[in-house]
């Protein structure tokens, strides 16, 4: 068995256990709270916030202090490492719309900080329309990492996942894809970034696998 078929079936077996679970999740069930460390001020200290995702954390943020404005990500950042990259049918995942992952995304990356999630826990980050943003976390106890590694994960998925053979991944394509953090990342090993479809009225806590490809949105584009 290659490498590559490895990852998959390894993948695919968790895949399994992890869509078994969904079903635990109940859409009554309060959902687990991600934790943001970050500034909200040009000057210290930080504060702590408590959310449910991005757009729940810029309620917030903007509560606080109604002045602050989006950064921008600068265009020359860049991933140089990552662990296993799966791709379209690969991933299992269903497809998401590609500048709805664009939106997601500059959100995520727009507030500096450092976000937390539970042991075991799957959390999406952010979702628009059809479209959501996850970060799962296999370990057994809790992880950090920055704002900007999620982003670049994210970012790194949707460069590099279901672009046409042009190399192209035009305006509204569908896409998904999962990358993980590199197993010696200092503080997010074994927890992994995905892409794709996404409901904003389901629970937080939903897994991306539980939503199957190539779902409502189709396969990728040739």
């Known amino acids: 068995m290659t490498f590559r078929a490895s990852i998959i079936s390894l993948f695919a077996a968790a895949a399994s256990l992890q869509t078994a679970s969904a079903a635990a999740v109940s859409p009554r069930e309060a959902p687990s709270l991600l934790r943001w460390d970050g500034p909200v001020w040009p000057f210290p200290p930080n504060v702590t916030i408590y959310i449910t995702d991005v ?3 810029w309620n917030k943020v903007l509560h606080i202090n109604p002045e602050w404005t989006l950064e921008v990500a600068d265009p020359e950042e860049t991933l140089h490492d990552y662990g296993f990259r799966l791709c379209g049918s690969d991933s299992g995942i269903a497809t998401g719309n590609s500048d709805d992952v664009t939106r997601i995304l500059t ?3 727009a507030l500096k900080g450092v976000w937390t999630i539970e042991a075991g826990r799957c959390h999406r ?3 628009s329309k059809n479209t959501g943003v996850y970060w799962c976390n296999d370990n057994a106890w809790n992880i950090r990492t920055s704002a900007k590694a999620l982003y670049l994960h994210g970012s790194h ?6 672009h046409r053979s042009d190399g192209s991944l035009y305006s509204g394509d569908p896409m998904s894809g999962v990358e993980a953090f590199p197993d010696n990342h200092p503080e997010a090993a074994h927890s992994r970034v995905s892409v794709g479809y996404g409901s904003c009225s389901d629970h937080p806590n939903v897994l991306p696998l539980a939503y199957a490809f ?3 949105l189709g396969v990728c584009r040739d």
């Not at 998925?157 to 279901?162: A, G, N, P, Q, V």
Request: hydrophobic share 20%; proline share 6%; glycine share 12%.
């Open 55 to 57: 757009d729940d954390l």
């Open 107 to 109: 959100k995520l990356r």
């Open 125 to 127: 980050l952010g979702c």
């Open 157 to 162: 998925i949707r460069d590099s996942c279901c």
């Open 214 to 216: 190539p779902g409502e």
